[in-house]
C-alpha cells in the first residue's frame, strides 16, 4: 500500500513536471535523440536547454536521493513495516525501488508519457517523434544496480539508527 502511494506520487511529480516548453526542456534527456537534435537547434528553446550533466552525476545525485528517501521512510515506518534488522530493510528497499524503476517504465515511460501532450515541444507536436522506448529501457536498465545501491545504504542507516 505504502509502496502504491509512493509510486503514483512520483507520477505526479512527472506530471507536474511537464506540460510547457520549458518545463519539458528539464527532462531533455529522457526524449529520442531525433527529438533532442531539433529541440537543440530550435532558434528559442535551443539556447535555453540545460547544460548536459554526465551519466555519473546523475547516477550519483540519484543514488543520494533514494538513499535519503528511502532512509526517511524506514526511519519513519520502521516499526510498522518491520524493518527491525539489516536483511529485512534491505529487501524491502530493495523490491520497493525495483517496483518503482518497473511502475516507471511501464505506467510512466511506456503508457503514460509516449501517449500524452503534456510532453510534447509546442513546435514538434507530432506524436510519432515521441515514441522510440530507447531511452526509457535503458534508463530501466541503469537503475536496477542504482536502486539496489541505494537499498544497501538504506538499510545500513535504518539498522544503525
Same mark, same amino acid.
Given at each position: ?7 503514483? $506520487?512520483?507520477?505526479? #511529480?512527472? %506530471?507536474?513536471?511537464? @506540460?510547457?516548453?520549458? *518545463?519539458?526542456?528539464? =527532462? &531533455?534527456?529522457? +526524449? ?31 543514488? $543520494?536521493?533514494?538513499? #535519503?528517501? %528511502?532512509?526517511?521512510? @524506514?526511519?519513519?515506518? *520502521?516499526?510498522?513495516? =518491520? &524493518?527491525?534488522? +539489516? ?13 518503482l ?15 500524452t501532450?503534456?510532453?510534447r ?41
Amino acid at each position: 500500500m505504502i509502496a502504491a502511494v509512493f509510486y503514483f $506520487l512520483y507520477w505526479g #511529480v512527472c %506530471f507536474l513536471g511537464t @506540460g510547457t516548453d520549458r *518545463k519539458n526542456l528539464i =527532462g &531533455l534527456r529522457s +526524449y529520442p535523440d531525433e527529438v533532442q537534435t531539433r529541440v537543440q537547434s530550435d532558434p528559442q528553446l535551443g539556447q535555453a536547454v540545460p547544460k548536459a550533466k554526465s551519466t555519473a552525476a546523475i547516477l550519483l545525485s540519484n543514488l $543520494l536521493l533514494f538513499t #535519503v528517501v %528511502f532512509s526517511v521512510l @524506514g526511519l519513519a515506518l *520502521k516499526s510498522v513495516l =518491520g &524493518l527491525n534488522n +539489516y536483511l529485512s530493510a534491505f529487501w524491502y528497499f530493495l523490491a520497493f525501488g525495483e517496483g518503482l524503476g518497473l511502475f516507471d517504465l511501464l505506467v510512466t515511460d511506456l503508457l503514460w508519457w509516449r501517449s500524452t501532450k503534456r510532453i510534447r515541444f509546442s513546435f514538434l507536436p507530432e506524436k510519432k517523434y515521441y515514441q522510440d522506448p530507447k531511452k526509457h529501457i535503458e534508463s530501466f536498465w541503469r537503475g536496477i544496480p542504482l536502486f539496489a545501491a541505494a537499498a544497501a545504504l538504506a538499510a545500513l542507516i535504518v539498522t544503525v539508527l
